[in-house]
Structures are given as C-alpha cells and as structure tokens.
C-alpha cells in the first residue's frame, strides 16, 4: 500500500538552530514528491517538486532532497517565520491519489 | 487573481442534513482535487477531476458526491452528513510546468458534524 511517514512529529529549533526533516515514502513508482508549509488555519502551500533520487531544490533558508526512499527538507538558520507545519507528500505513477504524510510541526523560538 | 476559493468557511450540519461545498479557481488549471485533513492524520483524497466532465474516486470517497461544472468549478456534496464528516475540506488545482507537478490549495472548509 501507498504510504508516507513523515518524522519527528515536532520539532522546536532556537533561531539559527539548523536541522531536517525526514520524509519516508513507499509508492509503486513515484511520479513526484512534494512538500508543502501549512500555516494554523491556512491551506498548504506549495514549496517543491522532486523527481528523481540526487535532485535537490531550495527555496531561501530551505532545501530538499530525495533518494529512493526518503526526501530531506534541510533548514538551515531558521527563523521564527519559519514556524509551520510542513508536509510531504507522494504521488504514484498508476493514480492521481497523492498520499500525504501527517506533517511536522516545526517551532523556531527567538 | 484570486488563486483558489472555497466557500463557506465554516459549516455547522446535523446529522443527516446535505450541503454543498463551492470552490472555484481563476488559475486555467484543468486538474481540481478535494481532500480532508483529520488530526494526527496526512491529508486524502475523496474524489480528483482531470478535466471538465471527468471525475475520479480517491482514496476515501463514500459519503460525497462530486460535480465539475465547467473549467473553473469542483463542488463537493453531502447528501446525509455524518458525524464521522467532521473536518477540513480542502479543494486544490494542479498543473505541469516545466516538466513538474505544483498543486495550489485553498484556504478550506471546517465542517462539523452534529
């Protein structure tokens, strides 16, 4: 079965603080994996696409990367605008049915 | 450019009463998702529209009917709400550009179920 794991669930970072994200995916072929930030109340926003296993993107104080069977979302000296909940998510090559992980809740103290 | 709406924000239902959940897009998009987030839990997919007039299941449909009016618009409905339909309603778009995938969300629905 398509599933997503994503870990820790919550992660608290003083400001500068670098650290990662794990994201561990099982899909029967992977069409695509993204992340999203979701902010309380808001609807996720769209940060990367990932392809192929060695692709990385960044985007200002965040990178992701991808193997065959984890992406990493690196952030490197937070912010406490960085304070979200991201999410992974993987999209198999036989469906449209993105599988979504539950999210980790990132908290970046000043 | 309003990027992705929803409509209402908030709903309140009793048990076994219907509604209809609007979304709307100015985007060009052809692909409109509708999902739900539940605490502790990923987001899932009840039903996916690759284009006008063609809808899909997803992976927890029962309970919802869908309807892709035009290019613009995904409804979702409930025909005899449930307790267990308490949650975040989600409607996202998607497009390929560049080779990859990007998907736009709206600000979704909180639904509780009486």
């Known amino acids: 079965e398509d599933q997503v794991t994503q870990s820790p669930e919550a992660l608290r970072l003083q400001e500068g603080e670098s650290s990662s994200l794990n994201c561990s995916y099982t899909?029967?072929?992977?069409?695509?994996l993204f992340w999203y930030r979701q902010d309380p109340g808001k609807g996720p926003e769209f940060l990367f696409t990932?392809?192929?296993a060695g692709e990385e993107k960044e985007k200002e104080r965040l990178k992701a990367t991808l193997t065959k069977k984890e992406s990493f979302l690196h952030i490197t000296a937070p912010k406490p605008e960085d304070s979200a909940t991201y999410l992974c998510?993987?999209?198999?090559?036989?469906?449209?049915?993105?599988?979504f992980g539950a999210g980790t809740r990132l908290t970046v103290k000043p | 450019n309003a990027g992705v709406t929803q409509t209402p924000k908030f709903q309140v239902l009793k048990t076994g009463q219907s509604m209809t959940l609007q979304c709307a897009q100015d985007m060009n998009h052809n692909s409109m998702y509708w999902y739900r987030q539940d605490p502790g839990m990923g987001l899932r997919l009840i039903y996916y529209s690759a284009s006008e007039g063609t809808t899909d299941k997803g992976e927890v449909p029962n309970g919802y009917n869908v309807s892709r009016l035009n290019k613009r618009e995904f409804s979702l409905r409930l025909e005899s709400a449930a307790p267990s339909q308490t949650s975040v309603y989600f409607c996202a778009t998607s497009i390929r550009r560049g080779g990859y995938y990007e998907q736009y969300f709206g600000p979704g629905t909180r639904l509780t179920v009486t």
């Open positions: 899909v029967s072929g992977l069409r695509g």
């Open positions: 990932l392809y192929s």
């Open positions: 998510a993987a999209l198999p090559y036989n469906n449209n049915d993105m599988r």
